[in-house]
């Protein structure tokens, strides 16, 4: 996730789908819903800056339902899209 996210900051952000989706299934294996929602989310912006918005919504789209099926209440800062 680590590599995703520094990928992404510095704007490379095609480099940074594969390390983010890797993180996501991941955070899957190991029952933790809310990192891969983040995942999940990074990985949706990621796609949106390079202008793959339907992959964008997919993954936003998964987030939702995971976030609903966690029981996850209140988004934290970490998740809102920007």
């Given amino acids: 996730m680590e590599e ?7 704007g490379a952000f095609e480099g ?3 390390s983010l989706t890797d993180a996501a299934r991941l955070y899957e294996k190991q029952g933790s819903p809310e990192d ?3 995942a999940l989310v990074k990985l949706s912006q990621a796609y949106q800056a390079i202008g793959e918005y339907n ?3 997919e993954n936003l789209e998964r ?3 995971l976030s609903r099926q966690a029981g996850i209440q209140r988004v934290p800062p970490r998740f809102w899209v920007v």
């Fill in 55 to 57: 992959k964008a919504l």
């Fill in 63 to 65: 987030a939702l339902i």
């Fill in 4 to 10: 995703g996210c520094n990928l992404f900051e510095r």
């Fill in 16 to 18: 940074a789908i594969p």
């Fill in 36 to 38: 891969q929602c983040e």
